[in-house]
């Protein structure tokens, strides 16, 4: 790729319009797949923010806080409808931002104009209660938008963050401000042009793209935001979640995690295997909700290994188009937080089970699938997210000693119980400290439906599902004395 053909900053993106002529310093953007410039994108800052809540406020007071529900929920529609329509262009631009495999980045496409499909149809369906009191008093609650919402999201599923954080707070009625990673921001600048031109009023959505500590901070510490949700490391979290308190607001922190999957004697081992597998691989395990951990009983541990160990083996890594198992991860920090872990594994003499190939011939941050196991308890590989492809296996004998390994570490955001007992299945998950527990299955998240979020260090509240609109809103009691 030579310099001309680099996509340019385009601006931030306030009142509907891209304004570059700002802060006017620009970010370069690496593809992971080649490890060169592809991009550049503005630097936004403290003075963005301003601007952003000074256009978000006047929509909130001006056209955007007098629509309707129903007409909320018609815009919502219809920028699902341009997200479809624009599917395979948005595909080929989140791939080559994020590096992964052309059919995920399709498949977050679709997931993308889900959200704004399911939330559009929600707008008009979320009402309050009414309430049993004292003789001659009607109570009645009513959900409200907090205001302006600030979504800080990370890199790793940037079209589908857009949607999942934005759509349900758009639906509430929130002016929205959106601050996408440095690392991959291509598409949530491009589906900002789509919600305007789908018909959102100036001022109710801005995205303000930037450096974390920059215009993720401004953002985060702004005593005009009302309410915060932030997706991605826990020490940034502890940031947001310390701001958010000193402005006395609300905040959703989704923060990671190191999720088992629990795997018992009796399992359908030809069904878990590339369930298992897909868990951990997908977005070579730069996912939140990634199945790290495989734990096995002691009696079937032999056959599984040998399982996995075939299927691991025979995994590829490539580019986007090459469209393999996996694809390179983000950055060249990320290759070497992952080998740092690998190498404190060698160091360690934790037993390398399996491990897949690179397929790619290019100079992308490239990092090959591993198996690792039995991997002791007190083991950082057993413990600590590496936000890469690596499986740690670990092994259990009866069902208190896999409910203890599961919930040993300081996550708890998904788990997942194979076993054909469903006596046993469902008495193990009601265990599991996580926000989600799949029985026979696992979702990585899930469904747009689903409520999605964790508990402990994986942070707190809930997206996805009409949870999501609970979080997005706040409530009103009215409470009426008559005769
Ligand atoms: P990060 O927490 O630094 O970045 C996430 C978002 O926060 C980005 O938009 C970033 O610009 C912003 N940010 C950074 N510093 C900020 C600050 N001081 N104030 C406000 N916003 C700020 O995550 P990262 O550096 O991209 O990745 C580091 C690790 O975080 C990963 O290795 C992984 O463990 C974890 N992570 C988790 C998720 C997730 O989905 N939970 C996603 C990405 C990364």
Known sequence: MTIDQLRPAQGVFINNRWNAEFSGREIDVYEPATGKIFARISAGGQHEIELAVTAARRAQEGTWGRLTATERGRILSEIARRIEDEGEDLAVLEAQDTGKPIRQARADIVAAA?????????????????????????????????????????????????????????????????????????????????????????????????????????????????????????????????????????????????????????ADLDKAVPVIINAIVQNSGQTCSAGARVLVQASVQERLTEMLCARFSELRVGTPEMDLDLGPVINMRQKERIERMLSLAEKDSVPLLAEGKISASTDGYFVPPKLYGPVPQDHPLAREEVFGPVLSMQLFETEGDAIALANGTDYALVASVWSRDTGRAMRVARQISAGQVYINSYGAGGGIELPFGGMRKSGHGREKGFEALIEFSTLRTIVVKHD
């Not at 004292?134 to 938008?145: H, K």
């Not at 205001?147 to 929130?174: D, E, K, S, V």
């Open 114 to 266: 889900r959200y704004f499909e399911y939330y559009g149809g929600a707008a008009d369906k979320v009402h309050g209660d009414t309430i049993p009191f004292m003789e001659g008093y009607f109570v009645a609650t009513e959900r409200l938008p907090h205001g302006i919402t600030g979504h800080i999201i990370p890199w790793n599923y940037p079209a589908q963050m857009f949607g999942r954080t934005l759509a349900p707070a758009l639906a509430m009625g929130n002016a929205c401000i959106l601050k996408p990673a440095e690392d991959a921001c291509q598409t949530p600048l491009r589906l900002a042009q789509i919600a305007a031109d789908a018909g959102l009023p100036p001022g109710a959505l801005a995205v303000v793209p930037g450096a974390g500590a920059e215009a993720g901070a401004a953002l985060a510490q702004h005593p005009g935001i009302d309410f915060i949700s932030f997706t991605g490391s826990p020490e940034v979290g502890v940031f947001v979640q310390e701001a958010a308190a000193r402005n006395y607001i609300g905040c959703t922190l989704e923060l990671g995690g190191k999720s088992p999957q629990l795997i018992f004697d009796d």
